[in-house]
Nanobody, 120 residues
């Protein structure tokens, strides 16, 4: 499984950005797709995740501002980020969990990360 993220960049506070992550898979059934972030000197934290059914979950810090969605036909997960704050500055990582069809083993994969910088 390979994950490629895009959409990061520099934005002013109260602005918006949309991240995308495309998963390239072979004989792998994707279950949960998620976004994590890691700010300098902080641990990586969950931002939002979305099940294969489309049911989303959000960290309290982003509820009402961020929206996670997915296009199963394109193996793509999105993160629409609105009303951005300087404290949202971090490297954002895509995470995909699923099952290898040959082994029925569950695995998770990470993207390389995309930097989001919010200026005040």
């Amino acid at each position: 499984v390979q994950l490629v993220e895009s959409g990061g960049g520099l934005v002013q506070a109260r602005g918006s950005l949309k991240l995308a992550c495309v998963a390239t898979t072979s004989a792998f059934s994707i279950n949960t797709m998620a976004w994590y972030r890691q700010a300098p000197s902080r641990q990586r934290e969950l931002v939002a995740k979305i099940a294969s059914s489309g049911s989303p979950n959000y960290a309290d810090a982003v509820k009402g501002r961020f929206t996670v969605s997915r296009d199963n036909a394109k193996n793509t997960v999105y993160l629409q980020m609105n009303s951005l704050k300087p404290e949202d500055t971090a490297v954002y990582y895509c995470n995909v969990g699923g099952v290898a069809l040959a082994t029925a083993r569950y695995s998770e994969y990470w993207g390389q990360g995309t930097l989001v910088t919010v200026s005040s």
